[in-house]
């Protein structure tokens, strides 16, 4: 019986897998147990910044781990101490909280504002339309797209979702009960959608005019993907609350929560907790992530490799504009919004070799490693340009 039968026999099937029967991986490719090797863009859905197998990873991941995997959090660990005033280094934030994945910290976050808000009279969180904060309930309660809730009601009171960059909706909902607007400033499973700078200074004055906490989910943008630390950096917002998770870890679960000076002492021992929570293991990683994404050079990387990137996508759209109608993203967080349904454009990149992905039915997405060169930028572009060219793309669409 092959692996992937024995998976459909043996795991509830919430996900829908890759026809790859994974060996190993090497950089920016996988192989498969038959040595062929896949460009891997997908990257573990932007978790593997380093590529697959770095080296420092790798030893950094086994040291702490012959010294102790793990302890609990009774115990000061100094993995989770030096990570944590790596990141108050690298962001200005005044304090950390360590979890396991993207979705936690979200649950963190909004428990923190409730806190914050509950002397304040403050207990309703905002959240914009299309976002993404996760599959635990929490977080479901500040999406809005029925793909992820139908289903799995009644949510939690105290929430409202507006729609995306809308200023005058914002204006109207937040009001003195608002604890905080939580927000993506470049939406990820959304389809690549930025904050317009509008939208940016409604929340600024608003966080000024009305007390509210700003809350940006940096699970996907953060760390270094945008060319920024931080993607709310590139429009001039300075967040309460920052989510990060996805490579903080280095391909270990690790989610983590940074909060402001203000908030600092709102959370008390026994507020919130986690058995798990910033691992030793996780953090040693996640300082070797920090390294080489800041002092080694990877942002920056990522900003010049992703407006290359974004040169070449652009000229596939002037070739062929009846397949792909936009592109965008900042750094290497790029989609393509192609004209038609993208799942027979990813399958066909599979097959010749290329791993990437769809997201909102038709934008193909892009969050390669932060170590991806213009090679494998081309490598991919080629590829994506023949069989662009050999689409049949939907008469509807056509000119
Ligand atoms: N927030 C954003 C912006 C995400 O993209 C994701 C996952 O894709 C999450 C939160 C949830 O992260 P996790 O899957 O680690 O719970």
Redesign the pocket.
Known sequence: MTLHKREQDSLLQTYRRLPIDVAYGKGMYLYDRNGRAYLDFLNG??VNALGYGNEKLVRAISDQTAAYIHVSNYFVQQPQVELAEKLIQLTGFKRVFFCN??????EAALKLARKWGSVKGKSNIVSLQN??????MG?LSMMSNDDYRDGFGPFLDGFQSIPFNDVPALRSEVSETTAAVIF?CI???GGIYEISNEFASALKELKRELDVLLIA?????GVGRTGKFLACEHYGLTPDIV?L??PLGGGL?L?AMLASEALQDVLKPGNHGTTFGGNPVACAAGKVVLEEVVDNGLMRNAEVVGGYFLEKLASIKHDLPDTIKEVRGRGLMIGAELTFPGKTVVDTMLEKGIIINCTHGNVLRFLPPLIAERSHVDELVDALRAVLESSNVPAEVSH
């Open positions: 859905v932007a994945s993207g979705t936690e910290a979200s976002s993404f904060h996760g599959r635990t977080s993506e939406q990820g499973e989910d940096e699970v996907q943008s989510t998770a996805k679960p989610g």
